[in-house]
């Protein structure tokens, strides 16, 4: 996590899904060593947005880049050391170990049926250690509970050290505490440099970590900009045409109420 | 896990030596190496029949044990791709067009049907290069080989080529040459190789399509693996055997308890395991009384299904 890790460009970038525009000439620059919340209602193409900056979902036009270099053009392999992805469904399709689990985010690391290095193992037992998973290593991920298996997923794409985590709805079915565990593991990462990406719903939280935001509608950029500026009750009510009382608390940081809808 | 594999490989051999001993003329190793008449039947018949068993076994496993991994689905086997009925079809074809006389034909047949196959189904899934895709366009292959088989079947010209092609599908290791082994034995090591090249990717993909493909995974040449590798070694395999089913299936179920469900862990196991499997159900179908055989794709059903829902009744839990 050197200094040098550029921002993500999105220029102009349309995307159109079973032929209907999802994405509409979005246009951001996402910045490391901040936590960038991407925010919108429901359908508004968040997943997509996210899922496109981290190149699995082809623009039909625009470009995204990494400094100067294009992400689309990238080396598969390449691309994934340096984006990491968390989709949104928290799910193993084998009933694998926590551990498994979390080598895998040091696939494309590692070199195809060569054991892992030391740097490896190294990578794996930091992340584990980070979400406070490694004494789950040896339990089957199936058989956890859906906070540990969240954590256990989070500690994956930690594992591969990517200069951009980017995470869809990482909160998703997790109860309070284990939201704010996984919040402050991502704002933790944006803090030593890296650039962090999160769709979310609940205001609350973006106002808890979010650093810079951007406000999505119906695929098209409202707003993208400093979370201060972004979260005020103007845009707010333009994105989710709800009431929103913002206000601060003690350590300064944002909290958005909704209070009812914009009648 | 390394003991394990040294069991399953120990399992193997004396899987293979039986089945140069056991027949129903039983051959002891003493006999192997002196000038004993009996050693005419190890080298005409057990052995080419032992290796083709050894082989069969270890791609039926394995592509088993691939295409769970690669469909995430602990009920796929060679059989959902259409491939083993797509070679089966292209035997028939041979045998009911009267061409089969010369083995390598009807070998080439049945490869040519499997390629032919392999093709529609990269063709089919090209486009969007995930399980689901590929599991719906297998399936409509395999019914489309299926319906051809059995319209070729009512078109034959006489009884005795109906005969021909039901004893052929049943499958059976029965009066297999060195000629046999020759000729399938290098799709099946080249496709083997190309299975075994899926377990990294198959491990990601634990995760899900869009995990595994932000951890650098393409998709699109996984599936060429897994389409390519199964065609080479089940084609090969259906086109000197007939179809045996159910090793495919069951072997990877029935070791993951012992190897843990990562895909790539499974591999070697479940080559072994259908090795050991193979051969010694071959084994055993020449010792059924009678003066023929029971057929190995039909023994392997017998023995094989009320087997695996005993287990699937027994162990629910622990595949779930």
Request: hydrophobic content about 55%; glycine content about 8%; charged content about 15%.
């Amino acid at each position: 996590m050197e200094l040098t890790i550029p921002p993500l460009i999105l220029e102009s970038v349309d995307v159109t899904l079973s032929g209907r525009r999802v994405l509409d000439d979005v246009s951001a620059i996402l910045r490391p060593g901040r936590v960038t919340a991407i925010l919108g209602p429901n359908g508004a193409g968040k997943s997509t947005l996210i899922k496109t900056a981290a190149a699995l979902i082809a623009p039909t036009q625009g470009v995204i880049r990494l400094g100067d270099r294009s992400v689309t053009t990238l080396d598969p392999r390449e691309r994934a050391r340096t984006i990491g992805y968390l989709p949104q469904d928290a799910s193993a399709h084998w009933n694998v170990a926590a551990s498994e689990i979390v080598a895998l985010g040091r696939v494309p690391h590692r070199i195809p049926f060569a054991a892992p290095s030391a740097h490896d193992l190294a990578a794996v037992t930091q992340a584990m250690d980070a979400t406070e998973t490694t004494h789950l290593a040896d339990r089957p991920v199936n058989e956890l509970s859906g906070g540990e298996r969240a954590r256990v997923l989070l500690a994956r794409v930690l594992a591969g050290k990517p200069d951009w985590l980017l995470a869809d709805e990482p909160l998703a079915s997790l109860d309070p505490a284990h939201q704010l565990d996984i919040l402050d593991r991502l704002q933790q990462v944006a803090r030593g440099g890296a650039g962090v990406v999160i769709v979310l719903h609940d205001l609350l939280h973006a106002g808890r970590v979010a650093d810079d935001v951007l406000l999505l509608k119906q695929g098209r950029v409202l707003a993208s900009d400093e979370a201060a500026k972004v979260l005020t009750p103007e845009k707010l009510r333009a994105a989710f045409e709800i009431e929103v009382s913002v206000d601060r608390d003690r350590q300064g940081r944002l909290v958005c109420v909704p209070i009812g809808r914009t009648v | 896990m390394t003991r394990k594999l040294v069991f399953l490989i120990v399992l193997v051999v004396l899987a293979f030596g039986l089945s140069l001993i056991a027949g129903k003329a039983w051959v002891p190793p003493s006999a192997w190496f002196s000038p004993d008449p009996r050693f005419a039947i190890i080298v005409e018949l057990r052995l080419p029949r032992a290796i083709l068993g050894l082989s069969i076994g270890t791609v039926l496993g394995l592509s088993g044990a691939v295409l769970q991994g690669y469909l995430r689905n602990p009920l796929a086997d060679p059989a959902v791709v259409g491939v083993s009925s797509s070679a089966a079809l292209g035997a028939v074809a041979a045998i009911v067009l009267g061409i089969a006389a010369n083995p390598l034909v009807l070998f080439a047949c049945a490869m040519a049907a499997a390629a032919g196959s392999m093709a529609l189904l990269a063709a089919l899934t090209w486009r969007s290069p995930s399980p689901v895709q590929f599991i719906l366009a297998g399936t409509v292959l395999a019914s489309l080989a299926g319906a051809l088989t059995a319209f070729l079947i009512s078109v034959a010209p006489n009884p005795y080529a109906v005969a021909e092609v039901i004893d052929w599908l049943m499958g059976a290791l029965t009066d297999r040459s060195l000629d046999d082994v020759r000729t399938a034995l290098p799709f099946m090591a080249l496709g083997t190789i190309l299975l075994f090249l899926t377990g990294p990717s198959l491990n990601a993909l634990t995760l899900g399509e869009d995990a595994a493909r932000s951890l650098g995974v393409r998709l699109g040449r996984l599936q060429l693996l897994v389409v390519l590798g199964t065609g080479l070694t089940i084609g090969a395999s259906v086109a000197v055997t007939g179809v045996v089913g159910f090793v495919g299936l069951v072997v990877p179920h029935l070791l993951r308890p012992f190897f843990g469900h990562r895909p790539s862990a499974l591999l070697l196991p479940s080559a072994l395991g259908g090795a050991a499997l193979v051969l010694t159900a071959d084994s055993l179908c020449r010792l059924a009384p009678g003066a023929g055989e029971v057929r190995l794709g039909v023994a392997m059903a017998l023995i094989g299904a009320p087997f695996f829902l005993m287990l699937l009744l027994k162990g629910r839990a622990a595949w779930s």
